[in-house]
């Protein structure tokens, strides 16, 4: 599915790059008159991206973005403007603005960025996930980055969280999306009915075995195979899963004939694999078998921001699916929605939106029925929602290592600020430092001092190598605006 680009831009400039952008994915280009126009056509099914040009009548347009936030759910914002400070955009960024494009327009930055926002639309729409927050964005555009590959991928995320959205996501942008996608709840199944799901079994393997039976890795041959909550497998099973990875052969149960199949292997969980191994409960040889590539799904409290495009989509599916009339919810109400923190993540969401559409007499449904809701929920009678703790969806060594990093990139700004004030006061031998100490120092130019800037330039080529390329992410970790993030990779050579 193809998102359209409805444009609220009659600049030239703007206009040449938005008929070339669509020309080149093969986007239907809508040209707006209004922005009423726009509020009053359908959304079409491949989603929406929206260009402003605030240099035009819409200097308004993070008002009018809010508007089409209480309108659409699958849309992007793209904005063209003058320069702005670094903090403005990021801050625009948290308001709605998904792209914002400073003049004059560098057309290969620009198709670069808005191609990637395409991708991420498509993607969306294609697998019914919604939402534009960030730590959402971030994760999808990992999934985007390995999906092409054959390496096996471990997901991990709470449960209700969408970690199977998130398999097919990356069957769906792989070589074998015309192939089988099979899945399996690990956790589900007893040992020997889980050995006979993944690898068959033969007529007669036991009592009930009244004819052979392919298992799944036969039947996603050539295709994809979900493990879902693999941190369930028993060691056993663990055992047999290895050797098929590491041979690429299994017998059905009750068999003898070597089978083979060309699986692609994708693993989920809502256990922390890697405590499970310090444990002894998990392999550790089959934990970085199955862990090439690690994501991680964000809950649905780390994006809060994506709870009113989620409860607009269950409403209109729910009302759907049980032949009721559309509803709402008020604004009190949404609040609500939004502080409560969904322990049961996109899944619990998803019951309670069937819940009021189902039992719900009124049309808008107010902050006092989802009170009674989510009351019913925490089984006692308040309106405050508990803290929860926010878990930090990092290994050890990479919360180390973004730890080092951090601490140079620190140490780098202290070496600065010193050289700059000695240049400022030249007869000064000690200055300030850190924690209320003196640092005793010559009257010296910066060429006399460590090379901190190597020190950055490698901190800055970690974070990258960490993040898989991702700009954005190494710009988060390292504290730092993504355009303060493109100057210092010019400066030292990086891009």
């Not at 929406?48 to 659409?72: A, H, M, P, Q, W």
């Not at 555009?141 to 998130?166: C, F, N, R, W, Y």
């Not at 039992?359 to 009678?381: F, M, Y």
């Not at 080529?461 to 898989?468: E, I, K, Q, V, Y």
Request: glycine share 8%.
């Amino acid at each position: 599915m193809n998102p359209e680009i409805w444009a609220l831009a009659d600049r030239e400039e703007v206009s040449e790059v938005l008929e070339d952008l669509a020309a080149e994915e093969s986007l239907h280009l809508r040209r707006l008159l209004s922005v009423s126009e726009a509020l009053g056509l359908d959304e079409p099914a491949g989603g929406i991206i929206f260009v402003l040009d605030s240099s035009g009548e819409n200097s308004n347009y993070l008002t009018l973005i809010k508007r089409f936030t209480r309108t659409f759910i699958q849309f992007d914002a793209i904005v063209f403007g003058p320069a702005r400070k670094e903090e403005v955009v990021e801050s625009e960024r948290r308001a709605g603005v998904d792209l914002y494009i400073s003049d004059p327009v560098d057309r290969e930055d620009f198709f670069v960025r808005a191609i990637n926002l395409i991708a991420l639309r498509r993607l969306k729409c294609a697998t019914g996930i919604v939402g534009r927050s960030e730590p959402l964005n971030e994760m999808l555009e990992m999934t985007m980055q390995v999906a092409p590959t054959d390496v096996s991928v471990l997901i991990e995320g709470e449960s209700g969280s969408g970690k199977e959205l998130a398999a097919k996501a990356i069957h769906m942008m792989s070589r074998r999306n015309s192939k089988p996608f099979e899945a399996v709840n690990v956790g589900a199944l007893a040992e020997g009915v889980l050995e006979s799901e993944l690898f068959g079994h033969e007529k007669g393997a036991f009592t009930g075995a009244v004819s052979r039976r392919r298992g799944l890795f036969e039947r996603a041959d050539s295709g994809t195979l979900l493990l879902d909550e693999v941190g369930e497998m028993s060691l056993g099973m663990q055992v047999k899963l290895l050797r098929v990875l590491e041979t690429g052969e299994f017998i059905r149960v009750g068999g003898v004939e070597r089978l083979h199949a060309d699986v692609r292997l994708i693993s989920a969980t809502n256990r922390e694999l890697e405590t499970a191994v310090e444990q002894g409960v998990f392999r550790k040889d089959l934990y970085y078998r199955l862990k090439v590539v690690q994501i991680r799904i964000p809950p649905l409290r780390a994006r809060q921001e994506d709870i009113p495009f989620l409860v607009r989509h269950f409403l209109l599916r729910s009302s759907a699916r049980h032949e009721k009339s559309r509803k709402k919810i008020d604004r009190k109400g949404m609040e609500m929605l939004i502080r409560y923190p969904w322990p049961g993540n996109v899944r619990e969401l998803a019951n309670m939106i069937d819940n009021l559409i189902v039992l719900s007499r009124n049309p808008v449904i107010n902050a006092e029925e989802i009170t009674k809701r989510l009351q019913e929920r925490l089984g006692r009678e308040s309106q405050a929602f508990p803290d929860l703790p926010i878990h930090v969806h990092k290994t050890r060594e990479e919360v180390e290592r973004e730890l080092i990093m951090n601490s140079l990139l620190s140490l780098h700004n202290d070496v600065r600020e010193i050289l700059h004030m000695l240049r400022e006061r030249p007869g000064q031998s000690s200055v300030p430092g850190r924690w209320g100490t003196w640092i005793e120092v010559e009257e010296a130019g910066e060429n006399q001092h460590p090379d901190m800037n190597s020190i950055e330039k490698e901190a800055i080529r970690d974070a990258l190598t960490m993040n898989g390329g991702n700009r954005r992410r190494t710009a988060r970790q390292l504290g730092m605006s993504e355009r303060t993030l493109y100057r210092r990779l010019r400066e030292y050579g990086l891009v």
